[in-house]
């Protein structure tokens, strides 16, 4: 799904009110009823006792009064604190004239700010995509007020203060840190930001039924993927975005193993010949045809024991690896897990970037070494695959300001190199050369685990070893399984308890959950 900017958010609506026949007022209520409904299944009315509404002139006011109103004929015992201004949109000015008079309403001032005590539950209806400026004066101290209290809050579409896509232009300026954010229709790109966690909280999406066309025809380098499991009947909801070709194509009854291709992993130095056995094991788990692993002498007998599925090369050399394989039978390389930093090794990655006919995907220490000899860059071939994480991007790069910053660097070096760069993270963010970013919204927070990269370039590595899948498809699809293998495993394990070979085991259901899923 797309992730668009405020500005055309604001298109969005107007397009959706034309396409639709209905005024800004309906499509209000809509959004109302959407935050309602995931209120009533989040928290009973019997024990959300004082639910306190914060709202703001504008449309994001306008949801929280056409809220309460809701709120208040569900059961709720809500009450509302309002700001002033010199005008109020059209539209907040109708949900206010048809606010039960039962309700309590409290104006705004700095010296009557409301009553709030940690169980009071907040809905922060004071500013979302319309937010021009940062907060100062009345607004600012609401919202300090506000989080001082240490009340739960729920956020109208955004955290009032945060911008949905660009960075705080006032870091001093307060924002409203809330435990949940109910959006609508498309997530905000500044939900996928680490630095914006301690306001967003968790995310949730409401549909409103925003014009599809519009979103399908909007233009945006930002695409967010998410796994949802597939409907029963294979049903899906009418305004979820369009089936994208996000699937890993059924095999063949024919197939042979040479459509799934013979890759070669170059991984693994003294103490860390574990990389290697994850990163095999994830490359099988994937369906390559064929994986050859050269390691270094010492990982020989550890490779042969462990993955007897795959062939092994042994370096002359023992603790690292310092020499080329004959590249001529293999579909795909991946070379990095565990591998080192030594001169040799740094020899090998050149020549093999000098070489290499085929796919690459240079992953951890490979990386290291690129940022290092920066000259090396200039070799990597068109689409080849990098997967850093946010240390291994800065060493290829440079220090960043903030997340905001990065994804320009990341855009940046994807299109300057003509590759294809997997920023590893929560949101993992794969950059294409022509500088589309697609957000990935599987995993958790247990695959921050030793390993777990080497099992990502593992899996893709078979993915770009597949005949049948184009670069960028083949990464997307590994970085969501990936994740999906994550979630899986979490189920079993907890988040704790999970380890990187337990991602392992779990490739083949995500793979084929993606064969038959779908995807928005
Ligand atoms: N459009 C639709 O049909 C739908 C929209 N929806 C909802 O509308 C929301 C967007 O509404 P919006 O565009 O009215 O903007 P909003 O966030 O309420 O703020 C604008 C107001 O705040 C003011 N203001 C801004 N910055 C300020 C500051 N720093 N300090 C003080 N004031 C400041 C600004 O005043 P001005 O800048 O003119 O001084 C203006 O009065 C969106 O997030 C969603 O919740 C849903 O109902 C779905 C249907
Ligand atoms: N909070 C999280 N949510 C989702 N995925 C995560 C999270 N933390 C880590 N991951 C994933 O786990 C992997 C960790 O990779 P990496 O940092 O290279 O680990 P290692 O070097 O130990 O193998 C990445 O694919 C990353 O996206
Ligand atoms: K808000």
């Not at 914060?54 to 449309?59: K, T």
């Not at 209290?149 to 955004?158: F, G, T």
């Not at 090396?376 to 291994?392: I, W």
């Not at 030793?450 to 184009?470: E, H, K, M, P």
């Amino acid at each position: 799904m797309k992730l668009l900017s405020a500005a055309q958010i604001r298109e969005l609506d107007q397009a959706t009110i034309r396409e639709q026949r209905t005024t800004s007022t309906e499509l209000m209520e809509r959004a109302a009823t959407a935050v309602a409904e995931w209120l009533l299944s989040h928290y009973d009315p019997h024990t959300a006792t004082d639910v306190l509404l914060l709202c703001g002139p504008g449309n994001n006011g306008g949801d929280g009064l056409a809220l309460a109103r809701l709120l208040y004929y569900a059961g709720y015992a809500v009450r509302l604190a309002l700001l002033p201004a010199e005008k109020y949109s059209d539209d907040y000015q109708h949900n206010h004239h048809v606010l039960p008079k039962i309700i309590p309403v409290q104006e705004l001032a700095t010296d009557a700010l409301p009553d709030i005590q940690p169980t009071t539950l907040v809905i922060d209806a004071l500013f979302g995509t319309g937010l021009t400026r940062p907060l100062a004066g009345l607004p600012a101290d609401v919202v300090r007020h506000l989080n001082a209290s240490h009340a739960r809050v729920v956020a109208i579409d955004l955290p009032s203060g945060l911008l949905a896509d660009a960075p705080q232009p006032d870091p001093e300026a307060p924002v409203v840190r809330a435990a949940h954010t109910v959006s609508f229709g498309l997530p905000k790109l500044a939900f996928l930001l680490p630095q914006n966690a301690e306001y967003v909280g968790e995310w949730h999406l409401q549909d409103i039924r925003l014009s599809q066309q519009f979103i399908d025809h909007a233009d945006t380098p930002w695409h967010f993927t998410r796994y949802t499991k597939p409907q029963p009947d294979g049903w899906a909801a009418p305004h979820t975005v369009p089936q994208p070709e996000l699937q890993l194509p059924r095999r063949n009854k024919f197939a042979y193993k040479n459509t799934f291709g013979h890759a070669l992993l170059l991984a693994g130095s003294r103490g860390k010949v574990g990389a290697a056995v994850l990163s095999s094991g994830a490359c099988l788990r994937g369906g390559v045809g064929l994986l050859t692993v050269a390691v270094p002498g010492c990982g020989y007998d550890i490779i042969q024991t462990t993955r007897p599925e795959a062939m092994c090369l042994a370096d002359t050399q023992a603790d690292f690896i310092s020499e080329l394989p004959d590249l001529k039978p293999y579909q795909a390389i991946g070379i990095g897990p565990g591998l080192g930093q030594e001169e040799a090794s740094r020899a090998v990655l050149e020549k093999l970037l000098r070489e290499a006919q085929v796919p690459l995907v240079i992953d951890a220490d490979a990386l290291n070494l690129l940022g290092a000899h920066r000259e090396l860059l200039d070799l990597l071939p068109e689409n080849t695959v990098l997967t850093p994480h946010l240390g291994e991007f800065a060493r290829l790069t440079e220090k960043t300001k903030d997340d905001y910053h990065r994804l320009d660097l990341l855009r940046d070096f994807a299109q300057r190199h003509r590759c294809i760069v997997v920023l590893k993270g929560a949101y993992t963010a794969t950059a294409a050369p022509d500088g589309q970013v697609y957000f990935n919204g599987t995993g958790n927070p247990g695959m921050g685990t030793g390993g777990s990269g080497d099992v990502l370039t593992g899996l893709l590595l078979a993915l770009r070893a597949d005949q049948r899948l184009d670069p960028l498809l083949a990464t997307r699809l590994a970085v969501l399984a990936h994740g999906r293998a994550g979630d899986l495993a979490a189920a079993h394990t907890g988040e704790a308890g999970l380890l990187a070979g337990d991602l392992v085991q779990h490739i083949g259901p995500a793979l084929r959950e993606l064969e038959a899923g779908s995807l928005g």
